[in-house]
Every structure is written in C-alpha cells, then in structure tokens.
C-alpha cells in the first residue's frame, strides 16, 4: 500500500523535469515558474489523481503527465490569486510571492506559462500513444475532467464568484457554488482524472465525485476557519484577510462552531462514498486528515 507520502514523493522526483523546455531568451519565465512550482505545497491534487488511478486498476506512470498538468494548474492559480489586482498577498508558503519576487507582468506571465505547460504536457501524452495506436479514450477523459475542472466550469468561475461576493452580497447559495467551483472543481477533476485513467466504472466515478465534492468543500470551509485561528508562521502566508476584506465564508455566515459540524458532516459522507472502493483505506484515512490539519 503507498502512502500520501509515497505518491508526494513520486510527484515532486518528476514535477520539474515534465516542464516544456524553454528558450534561453525567456530565461526568467522559466526561472519564475520554478519558483513557485518548487515553493512547497502539499501536492493534494497530483496524489489525488495518481491514487485514482492505481485505485481503478491503472499504473501510476501512465497518469504522471496528468499530475504533473494538475500541479502546474494550481500552481498557476496561487500565482494570479496573490496578484495585486487580486489578493494582493505578499507571502506564500512562507515566502514572498512570485509578483514580489518578479514582479507583477512575469508572475502573470508565469501563470499563463504553468497553465499552457499543463495542457502541452498532456498532449504530448496523447499523441505519443496515439501514434503507438493505442486506445487514448481515459486519456482524453481525462484531459477533458482537468480543463473543465480549471476554466469556466469550475475554478475560474468560483473564483469569479468569489469576486464577486466582495460586493457585499450574502447568498448561502452564492457561497455553495464558490465551495464547490472555486476549491472543490479542481480536487474532483484530478480524481475524476485518475479513475479514467485507471479505467474506472460509472459507479466508482459517481461516488468518488462527491467524495471529491465533499473534501474540496470540507478543505475550503477549514482554510475559512484557519484564517481566523491560525497564525502567519504557522500558515505560511497572511491570516484575517477573510475578515478584513469582508468575504463571503463558511464562517461569516454561519459562525465558527457550525462551520466544524459542517467539516464533520462532509467528512463523513465523503468517507461513507470512498469505503466500498477504498480498500487500502488511503481516501477514507486522507479524509480524515484533512479534517483535522492545522495548515
């Protein structure tokens, strides 16, 4: 049985080394995103997908250049989230930001880099194996779950959402849709991801969807209570944004006792859809990991 550890291991071996190469006059785009694809990080979702994968029957070396894409994806939303037009945040992970290292035009650049890099990754898989004539149906499953998970149909949307949330409306509704697309979207992509590489059937791709649903939003809803009980030490990055910015949270609408009954609720579910499947007990035992991590 791998570990979290084993799979994070795996990942951070072959992260860099996936990168398309790039030319000696866009030195410094490639210098940037290094930066912050090297900062750290928990690699939640590239463990995420590589455990699908090994999970439904696959081999995790078939799935790297999807968790490699996936960790270019995130890496590349964190980079424009701490942008000045945006979070304006001068720390991450413990250090400066990329705009505070590279300024704001190369951060935004190496964002742009990371989120095309992940799509040239995976297509280069395709077509490798399509030239071999293999069957490339899970791969383009695949592809397709990442960029749906990433763009209009979930991360960017929620972040949009979140946005605009800053106006001041206060919406149950609004705040479900930001869980589920903005954090959420891209957990379920690489799990969904994983399991069609792994060549998964329908029923463990239904349940492991809202297990997925209910981790990312499990997730989400502790970053809301950290950012109140947490310290910058500890977090790596600042705390009482949420507050400060008057956003809309789990905890400014509910208050900080019902948003653990609520990571409790969906950690429990998560781990009732994972169980029949989860043989080795790796999802059921992250879930409850996540419940109780402290950054």
């Known amino acids: 049985m791998?570990?979290?550890?084993?799979?994070?291991?795996?990942?951070?071996?072959?992260?860099?080394?996936?990168?398309?190469?790039?030319?000696?006059?866009?030195?410094?785009?490639?210098?940037?995103?290094?930066?912050?694809?090297?900062?750290?990080?928990?690699?939640?979702?590239?463990?995420?997908?590589?455990?699908?994968?090994?999970?439904?029957?696959g081999d995790i070396d078939d799935a790297l250049p999807y968790a490699a894409a996936i960790e270019f994806i995130h890496t590349y939303s964190l980079i424009h989230d701490d942008l000045p037009a945006?979070?304006?945040?001068?720390?991450?992970?413990?250090?400066?930001?990329?705009?505070?290292?590279?300024?704001?035009?190369?951060?935004?650049?190496?964002?742009?880099?990371?989120?095309?890099?992940?799509?040239?990754?995976?297509?280069?898989?395709?077509?490798?194996?399509?030239?071999?004539?293999?069957?490339?149906?899970?791969?383009?499953?695949?592809?397709?779950?990442?960029?749906?998970?990433?763009?209009?149909?979930?991360?960017?949307?929620?972040?949009?959402?979140?946005i605009k949330a800053d106006s001041g409306e206060v919406d149950a509704d609004?705040?479900?849709?930001?869980?589920?697309?903005?954090?959420?979207?891209?957990?379920?992509?690489?799990?969904r991801a994983g399991l069609y590489l792994g060549g998964s059937d329908e029923d463990m791709l239904d349940s492991m969807s809202i297990y997925a649903d209910d981790?990312?939003?499990a997730f989400?809803?502790?970053d809301d209570i950290l950012d109140i009980k947490s310290t910058t030490e500890e977090l790596g990055k600042p705390v009482g944004s949420d507050e400060e910015n008057h956003k809309l949270t789990y905890v400014s609408l509910y208050g900080v006792d019902a948003a653990v009954k609520e990571i409790h609720r969906l950690t429990a579910e998560a781990c009732g859809k994972a169980a029949p499947y989860d043989k080795d007990g790796f999802f059921t035992g992250l879930a409850r990991e996540l419940e109780s991590r402290t950054k």
Do not use: W
């Not at 994070?8 to 912050?36: C, D, F, Q, W």
């Not at 590239?46 to 439904?56: D, H, N, Q, S, Y």
């Not at 849709?177 to 959420?184: C, G, Q, R, S």
């Open 2 to 57: 791998r570990t979290f550890d084993d799979y994070k291991r795996y990942i951070e071996e072959h992260l860099t080394g996936s990168l398309p190469e790039v030319n000696r006059h866009a030195e410094l785009l490639s210098e940037s995103m290094t930066y912050s694809l090297t900062a750290g990080g928990k690699r939640l979702r590239p463990v995420l997908l590589l455990a699908a994968c090994e999970m439904a029957g």
């Open 86 to 162: 945006m979070d304006n945040d001068e720390l991450r992970r413990g250090k400066p930001t990329n705009h505070v290292v590279y300024g704001a035009g190369i951060a935004t650049l190496a964002g742009d880099g990371l989120l095309s890099a992940a799509f040239q990754v995976m297509s280069d898989d395709m077509v490798s194996h399509l030239e071999k004539g293999d069957d490339i149906s899970g791969r383009i499953h695949a592809e397709q779950e990442i960029a749906a998970g990433a763009g209009v149909q979930g991360m960017v949307a929620g972040q949009t959402a979140d």
């Open 174 to 191: 609004l705040l479900h849709y930001i869980h589920l697309n903005k954090t959420a979207a891209l957990i379920k992509a690489a799990v």
């Open 215 to 217: 981790i990312g939003t």
């Open 220 to 222: 989400q809803i502790d």
